[in-house]
């Protein structure tokens, strides 16, 4: 068994036991705060998707979170608590917007994407914030979770936490698979010589499509749990200090690894909540720890402890 | 709606669409020279606005309280080149981003331990706080005419600076191809942070002026950054003369939206529609704006790089 499948297992297993163990501390908080972490995790691994192995550097992310968080609170407005109906109009609902933001800004690259990516998440957000019927930009109260059946109540927020967990552990699998599948491999090579790519044959933007929209269907799912989680839903989660957010926990925790997103959305997140208790000035720490990450760690943490599937540094820009 | 309703909201437009530039500026040649992402560039701006405030205290002179404000802006932005962005010219774009980031948050800590978080007041002077007629029937904030007048007085400097001294042939060499700037001698690394400084300058300038109409407050930098990041996409990364054409382009477009729209779809549709779509239309037309100029021109509208 290879170390990397050693650690996974063991990661798994933690993540499965913790809330045993709070509970026995009497810490059941942090049940409810580890459900968000997973959530963001499964964001942020959706994102290293282009990110990092598609070299694609996309600043509007959370455009994709926020639409499937919508989706699920405009559906509960209407009356619609079905987890079976809602959650795949989330993951749907992103998916299209993915597919009309990415068949348009691949038409760009380098800077040009960053910032086109980002002028379309800006746009859905002050679309959301003028949305009067739904909240504007106050945002929207859930009156309760989604119900998904079979005896589960997702208002118990250990239930919740293991379907998230669940979901996370789904999704690195799916990621897994679909990297070393064929159409990840074509992926990292165009994001190494897309001309080449080209000339070899491959469709080089329809590639590029199918995968920025896959990443942002799996975003828009985070976003259905994000909206679960809080009960809330608001203009904020498409800000852009959320796309950046994002890119952070995929830098900070390993651009082009598979575990990236997840360490990424675990130590910056950890690292708030943790901070945020001592002092009200915790974003101060945050940044110096980014900073100091930067310059000592440029592979990300993951690049630190994992010697395995060096992926280049994705592609500048 | 009468001319002198659009007169005084392309006025206002001018006015916005300058002070856009003044930020602009310094971060398209940050971002063509040394082809660095700089996200902290709001801050230089937010810093100049605080300087401004706790000058204007002190000093009690508005003009002696600007030229500490930039210059003291000026100086915390070479020193901040010096220490870290030298660093990170080599790096990615993503590295840089996150870097950058990491300032903004440090930034605005540092604002708030010293400042507090309540925004603070920074008044026009009292001698420009009434307004002036400049046509019958217009009348017009004497405070934004001086606002117009210092932006234009910058951007004609700005342009003089840049095209006839040797300092801005130098600039315009490094923006169009750095290597070669490089090769032919020029010390990049020097006239950088000189560039460096000229752009935390410029933020100051726009900080101090737009202090007194907007509120000077912990993250007034970040909104502001991402309209000065698509009016360089606009113009073109690297271009002067495209920042300033961006800038006056998404102030005006931005204004006018703004203030003619929602009655625009009222005259149109049913105002349950028009009430939710007048301030969302108006809100997005800039970044529709880029996305075009983008689809049609993908290098901005002038390419600095040929």
Redo the contacts between chains.
């Keep these: 068994m290879s170390a990397v499948r050693k650690l996974t297992l063991a990661g798994a297993a933690a993540l499965v036991a913790a809330p045993l163990l709070l509970h026995v501390l009497e810490q059941d908080f942090y049940v409810g705060l580890a459900s968000r972490i997973m959530i963001y995790a499964i964001a942020a691994t959706s994102l290293n998707l282009i990110l990092g192995y598609g070299g694609m550097v996309s600043f509007g992310h959370a455009a994709f979170l926020g639409a499937g968080a919508y989706t699920v609170g405009i559906l509960m407005a209407e009356g619609v608590t079905s987890a079976w109906i809602a959650w795949p109009a989330a993951v749907g609902i992103a998916a299209l917007f993915a597919l009309v933001i990415g068949a348009i800004s691949l038409r760009t690259r380098g800077v040009y994407f960053i910032m086109i990516t980002l002028a379309f998440a800006q746009m859905m957000y002050y679309i959301f914030v003028s949305l009067k019927a739904y909240g504007g930009e106050d945002g929207l109260n859930l009156a309760t979770r989604s119900g998904v059946g079979f005896g589960l109540d997702l208002k118990d927020d250990l239930t919740f936490y293991y379907l998230v967990l669940a979901a996370l552990l789904a999704t690195l699998y799916g990621m897994h698979r679909l990297v070393h599948a064929r159409f990840g491999r074509v992926i990292e090579a165009i994001r190494e010589n897309e001309t080449r790519m080209e000339a070899v044959g491959f469709p080089t933007y329809r590639y590029k499509l199918v995968c920025f929209v896959i990443a942002g269907a799996v975003c828009g799912l985070a976003g259905a749990l994000l909206a679960n989680q809080a009960n809330f839903v608001s203009p904020r989660l498409l800000d852009w200090i959320q796309s950046g957010s994002l890119m952070i926990m995929v830098i900070l925790g390993g651009i082009g690894y598979l575990y990236g997103g997840v360490i990424g959305a675990f130590a910056l997140l950890a690292l708030e909540e943790a901070l945020s208790a001592y002092t009200i000035y915790w974003q101060l720490p945050v940044g110096i720890v980014l900073l100091a990450a930067v310059l000592l760690a440029p592979r990300g943490l993951a690049g630190i402890f994992g010697r395995s599937v060096p992926a280049r540094e994705a592609a500048n820009g | 709606m009468s001319g002198i309703l659009i007169l005084e909201q392309t006025l206002n437009g001018l006015q916005f669409g300058l002070m856009l530039f003044l930020l602009a500026a310094g971060l398209t040649l940050v ?1 063509g020279i040394m ?1 660095m ?1 700089n ?1 902290a560039h709001g801050s230089l701006y937010m810093v100049g606005a605080y300087l401004m405030a706790t000058f204007v205290q002190a000093t009690g002179s508005f003009v002696l309280a600007l030229a500490l404000a930039v210059a003291g802006t000026a100086v915390i932005g070479m020193l901040l080149e010096v220490s ?1 962005f030298r ?1 990170l010219y080599q ?5 840089q ?3 950058t ?6 930034a ?3 604002v ?2 010293v400042f507090g978080s309540q925004p603070v007041l920074l008044n026009t002077p009292a001698a420009l706080s009434g307004p002036v007629d400049l046509l019958p029937g217009l009348a017009y904030s004497s405070y934004r005419l001086l606002i117009i007048a210092v932006g234009l007085a910058v951007a004609l400097l700005l342009y003089l600076l840049v095209a006839k001294t040797r300092t801005g042939m130098l600039v315009r060499a490094g923006a169009s191809n750095r290597e070669m700037a490089t090769a032919m001698g020029v010390n990049i690394r020097t006239l950088f942070t000189f560039v460096f400084g000229v752009g935390a300058g410029l933020c100051a300038i726009a900080g101090a002026m737009l202090g007194p109409i907007l509120a000077v407050q912990v993250g007034m930098g ?1 909104s502001i950054l ?1 309209l000065a ?2 009016v360089i ?1 606009i113009g073109g ?1 690297g271009s002067i003369r495209g920042a300033l054409v961006g800038a006056l382009l998404v102030g005006i477009v931005d204004t006018i939206g703004r203030a003619f729209l929602p009655a625009l779809f009222r005259e149109f549709l049913p105002p349950a529609y028009a ?3 007048g ?2 239309v108006a ?2 037309l800039i ?2 704006l ?2 075009a100029v ?2 049609w021109k ?2 901005g509208l002038f390419p600095a790089r040929g």
């Design positions: 971002f082809d992402i996200l870290l660093r790096r990615d774009h993503l590295t981003v996150l870097a980031f990491a300032v903004i948050l440090i605005n800590e540092l708030r331990l970040e991402i990041f698509v996409v990364i009430s939710n779509l301030p969302a809100s997005i970044y529709v880029m996305a983008l689809f993908p290098q």
